[in-house]
């Protein structure tokens, strides 16, 4: 590996710690971002006549730091931003001393600290997806932009103008407490999961599912597992990804068509996601994604479809519903109720729901009802409702599938 790519491999790594540590000292992650970027400028220049470090992550979050210091002291504010910053900006070691320089473990808090400022809810949602995937998961603008079927200029504009609406709402550099923190680590838990969700099952384009995409979020869960160990939510989250993670490669067939919960080969869930989710759940709580965790491994415990517990899934789709009630939940419920007391069951329930506005586009709607009127015998009503689905979905893969759906009928 030359030193270019050494350069590029560890930045790719490190870069949400080294930004997360000077912005800890600058107190504007646009900028932190900048300086890290002047590190990996530096490390491109030197590491090809000198070698990669020892430790080429600490080294560049020193560069980053000293950089930061220089900005600092550059502004006629600076003895005010020192006694704020105190002892911290003395203790940062010169970059040319390997051996010395600070442990790059002990920036978790500022790691904390990023990932609350970049989901902040003074950002819309789009943004703070952008800006934690650009901050946090360390993705380029291009990436990103491929990752969600936006163009490369959309997705910088949201991430330039993320860091502008932060430095001008002056939003703290801080991990919130109280009623603020809760608030907050709503928000965060918010993007982690519509960043899985997407990867997960894609709402438009050619693939059904974006792998890249639900690792980077599992990582992000992992990451804030570990460092808010008691946050019981936070571990449901991660419970909740490890489980949905461990069927990733049954989801889809040899030429990327869907494969339905019912038909998939469980001989290739990931056994290694499954007991990681399972040792996530003994820390969850009984909120939102804890309950959608417990749903989850209820399927994932299930050794062949027929052994699936529908009875316990219809009963927690009922718990999820008093605690975010939602027609998206209420037709998942009814998906359990069909399973666990038949289709007669749930068509009310389903029929119901087709007068929520909210519901009017969702082409999962009439693909439930499609699948229960198919159920009941009923296979021109089913046809016209797959026929519908069809219409109302973006991705290529979905539609394809319901309209084979449809001719089979």
Not at 166 to 172: E, M, N
């Amino acid at each position: 590996m030359s030193a270019a790519q050494a350069v590029e491999a560890v930045f790719r790594i490190e870069s949400a710690r080294i930004i997360a540590g000077v912005a800890r000292i600058v107190r504007d992650v646009g900028i932190a971002e900048e300086l890290a970027q002047d590190a990996l400028v530096a490390a491109l220049e030197q590491w090809p006549e000198s070698g990669v470090p020892d430790r080429p992550g600490a080294w560049l979050t020193a560069t980053a730091k000293h950089r930061a210091i220089d900005l600092v002291r550059r502004k006629e504010t600076y003895a005010r931003k020192l006694a704020e910053v105190g002892r911290a900006l003395e203790d940062v070691p010169p970059p040319a001393e390997p051996a010395e320089l600070a442990d790059p473990e002990d920036i978790d808090d500022d790691l904390l600290r990023l990932i609350f400022t970049a989901c902040h809810p003074v950002l819309a949602t789009e943004a703070r997806i952008a800006l934690t995937l650009r901050l946090v998961g360390g993705l380029t603008t291009q990436e990103i932009a491929r990752a969600f079927l936006a163009s490369e200029s959309t997705v910088a504009q949201r991430i330039v103008r993320a860091k502008r609406t932060l430095a001008t709402a002056g939003v703290p550099f801080e991990v919130p407490y109280g009623a603020d923190r809760e608030a907050r680590l709503e928000s965060v838990l918010e993007v982690i999961y519509l960043v899985f969700n997407e990867g997960y099952s894609a709402t438009a384009g050619e693939d059904l599912v974006r792998p890249a995409l639900c690792e980077d979020a599992l990582r992000l869960a992992r990451v804030l597992a570990g460092l808010m160990p008691e946050e019981p939510e936070v571990h449901g989250l991660a419970a909740l990804l490890e489980f949905q993670a461990s069927r990733m490669a049954a989801r889809t067939g040899p030429d990327g068509e869907p494969v339905l919960l019912a038909d998939q080969n469980r001989a290739r869930w990931n056994r290694l996601l499954i007991h990681r989710g399972i040792e996530a759940m003994r820390h969850a709580g009984s909120g939102p994604y804890s309950v959608q965790a417990a749903i989850a491994g209820c399927h994932a415990a299930a050794v062949r479809y027929e052994d699936t517990d529908w009875p316990t899934i219809a009963a927690l789709y009922g718990r999820l519903v008093t605690l975010v009630p939602s027609p998206v939940v209420e037709l998942n419920r009814a998906v359990a109720v069909s399973m666990a007391q038949g289709p007669e069951a749930a068509l009310p329930l389903v029929d119901a729901l087709g007068l929520e506005p909210a519901l009017r586009a969702y082409h999962l709607l009439p693909s439930v009802r499609g699948d229960l009127l198919e159920r009941l015998g009923r296979p021109a009503e089913a046809r016209a409702e797959f026929e519908r689905a069809a219409s109302l979905t973006r991705n290529e893969r979905e539609r394809t599938l319901l309209r084979r759906r449809a001719e089979r009928l």
